[in-house]
């Protein structure tokens, strides 16, 4: 198993410099969304479908629609691998 926090990376993505810090709470489960996006296109999971990854603190709220943004690029772009 592999436990992401969602600092992990060692940056956090933020709409500007100017943006004060409630705006970067608010977008904090972006760096959740970009780490999934970053797993997924590695091939990693396919690679080792026994591994778990789990994402410390960024919520779930955005995972169906990850998922939804998902299906919808493999189903309109061929994606290298996917068949």
Request: hydrophobic share 45%; aromatic share 8%; net charge neutral.
């Amino acid at each position: 198993m592999v436990n992401l926090h969602v600092g992990t990376s060692g940056s956090i993505q933020r709409p500007s410099e100017e943006a004060p810090p409630p705006a970067l709470l608010a977008l904090f489960s972006m760096n959740s969304m970009l780490a999934v996006i970053d797993w997924i296109f590695s091939r990693v999971p396919i690679r080792f479908p026994e591994l778990k990854v789990v994402l410390s603190e960024g919520g779930a709220s955005w995972v169906p629609m990850m998922v939804d943004r998902l299906s919808r690029v493999y189903r309109v772009i061929d994606v290298p691998g996917s068949n």
